[in-house]
């Protein structure tokens, strides 16, 4: 079932035009990828998809209802996590139940349940600056996963992750998602990440940046680590790799 849309979407910011005419859609239980070299426009595209930035063109539309330009109704992780630093972990992440009417202790207990799949157990109290970077981000998906919307918008979650806790995050987030039907649909930069997590990539080029490709990742979830290395894995990265080259975004190089 198709629950996001966005189509024909454009956007210029001081009259310079930075993404035009992108269309995509998400199915229920999908995690999509949008990949794309810095400063094509995935951020924008997902202010746009969120609802917190008007398009000059296009329309967003979540399970059949037109969204343009509505903010709230989609979860959305943006690109530095913002946990507030002088609230809890727990206070941190049961804020979304809170601000949509729970009680304060039937907030805990609703997130409590969570702590031990995301890996936060004994978490409860601390505050953010005592959490790994990993944890930080766990907390922070586990916050817009409590938004319980439809789907969740995940701008680079684990871009800031040294290589070992990335993967490390990788490989959890595939279970927790499948665990929980989640519906995903994140930016990322890193090819080896788009390939190994998503059932289907979006891939941006060009300036304005626009969907260049649309590419099926079929292996099987869930994917086990030596999917990364194998030949299936490689023959993936080689023709994301071909779409790049031909970037025109990348003029300024010679490449
Ligand atoms: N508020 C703004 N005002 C003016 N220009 C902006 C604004 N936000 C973004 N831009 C410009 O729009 C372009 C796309 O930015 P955007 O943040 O969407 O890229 P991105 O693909 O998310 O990059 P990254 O991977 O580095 O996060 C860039 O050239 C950026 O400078
Ligand atoms: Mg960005």
Redesign the pocket.
């Known amino acids: 079932m198709n629950i996001l849309k966005a189509e024909d979407i454009s956007v210029s910011?001081?009259s310079s035009l930075?993404i035009k005419d992108v269309s995509l859609n998400l199915n229920k239980g999908e995690v999509v990828c949008l990949l794309?070299?810095?400063?094509?426009?995935?951020?924008?595209?997902f202010g746009v998809l969120s609802g917190v930035h008007l398009p000059d063109l296009g329309r967003v539309f979540l399970k059949g209802k037109e969204i343009t330009g509505k903010a709230g109704e989609i979860s959305y992780m943006q690109?530095r996590d913002l946990l507030l630093p002088y609230k809890t972990i727990m206070e941190n992440v049961s804020l979304p139940l809170i601000i949509n009417g729970a009680s304060k202790k039937d907030a805990y207990m609703a997130a409590g349940a969570y702590f031990e799949s995301f890996g936060l157990t004994g978490c409860e109290k601390k505050y953010p600056n005592q959490l790994s970077g990993g944890m930080r981000q766990r907390a922070a998906l586990l916050r817009t996963y409590l938004f319980k919307s439809d789907i969740i918008l995940l701008d680079?979650p684990f871009s800031d992750l040294d290589v070992i806790t990335k993967h490390a995050m990788q490989t959890w987030f595939l279970s927790i998602a499948e665990k929980l039907g989640v519906t995903a649909l994140f930016?990322t930069?890193d090819i080896d990440e788009a390939i190994f997590l998503s059932d289907r990539i979006y891939v941006m080029t060009g300036k304005p940046?626009k969907i260049a490709n649309e590419i099926n990742i079929l292996s099987q979830k869930p994917r086990q680590a030596e999917f990364a290395v194998s030949a299936e894995f490689n023959a993936y990265k080689r023709k994301i790799m071909d779409i790049l080259k031909n970037d025109s975004f990348f003029s300024f190089v010679g490449l």
């Open positions: 910011y001081d930075v794309g070299a810095s400063g094509i426009g995935k951020s924008t595209l690109q680079e930016i930069h940046g």
